[in-house]
């Protein structure tokens, strides 16, 4: 079977270092905001350009506290993608915030930045860009709208670890980047794990106080906050894996560029990297209308396969009741009926990419 992703060949290659630092984290038994959070932390920051770093237990916990930290609450309305997983929405909603979806490229799947301006109203406080399967927003017209509005930015890279717009690396270009380090994640543990970065020092402050139920110092509460604390273990994990991040990423864009080189259907719409874009690869997602049936003979050919997503957010009963005050979202849904991911790790062979390839070309 060829997995969508295979955790296991990765761990064994890492083995030794992982289970070391692991094994190290047990001895010294300090488990709650250890030295492996403290060291990540100043490591992602320092990867990523920036002052602040701050691990968290998730990446939906992640979101959730960047927009805390940044004002947003009840009555605000945020600004998002409705082709994306729902976390990105959900937070809002569980501030009680109003999710305002925008449709997105028809290319890139990213939220497109010539809609987001006609979504303004003098309630919105936040645009959440989603780097979605890891290829970077067009950010610098989401900017613009922002700054002309005075509009907070919060980058979700939870599938972007690394993705590249213009020369500047995604997580650096919004008031706050949010990232998830989900075990299938281009940078991952092996368990939920979370972090935000920041260039500002208030609310890094504060996001460090809403994570540990709204203290800085012990047994004094200045927030109403969570208990929402990276894990030392899977911190320790994480560091092993962030120093090969880059070669990892490039793993993957080998495997995109195969895919690309031996998928030759002219029915099926292969995805591209955006001009002055660096693109990861999370995923590496196809367009067609035959999805049911190619997925069946990939299935009877032992090669998985996932749909990401299959229901857009304004078609969630979650979301039923939520206001929309400019229009409907045709390329949300038409991408959502059409979008199958194939396999996709930095381990995957060009034996294996050419097995998948010929189950896709030789479909009926």
Known sequence: ?????????????????????????LDKTQFILGPNVSEL????????GMPHAIGVANGTDALLLALRALGIGAGDEVITTPFTFIATAEVAGLLGAVPVFVDVDPKT???????IEKAVTKRTKAIIPVHLFGQPCDMDPILAVAKKHGLKVIEDCAQAFGARYKGRIAGTLGDA???????????????????????????????RMLRNHGSSVRYYHNL????SRLDELQAAIVRVKLKRIDAFNEGRRRAAELYRKHI?????????????????????????????????????????????????????????????????????????ARVLSLPMFPEITEEEILTISGVINGSA
């Not at 932390?41 to 990523?48: D, M, T």
């Open 41 to 48: 932390e100043a490591e992602v920051a320092r990867y990523h």
């Open 264 to 336: 030759r259907r002219d029915d099926i719409t292969l995805p591209s990297e955006a001009e002055g874009c660096h693109h990861v690869w999370h995923q590496f997602t196809i367009l067609t209308n035959r999805r049911d049936q190619l997925q069946e003979e990939l299935l009877r050919s032992n090669i998985a396969s996932a749909v990401y997503y299959p229901v857009p957010l304004h078609r969630q009963e979650v979301f039923r009741d939520s206001p929309s005050r400019h229009g409907a979202f045709p390329v949300s849904d038409h991408i959502a």
């Open 177 to 207: 980047a949010c990232f998830s380090f989900f075990p299938s994640k281009n940078l991952a543990c092996y368990g939920d794990g979370g972090m935000v970065i920041t260039g500002d020092a208030k609310t890094d402050a504060t996001l």
């Open 224 to 227: 109403l906050g969570y208990n």
């Open 1 to 25: 079977m060829i997995p969508m992703v295979d955790l296991r060949r990765q761990y064994l290659q890492l083995k030794q270092e992982i289970d070391a630092a692991v094994l190290d984290v």
């Open 109 to 115: 799947f990213n939220i497109d930045p010539a809609l």
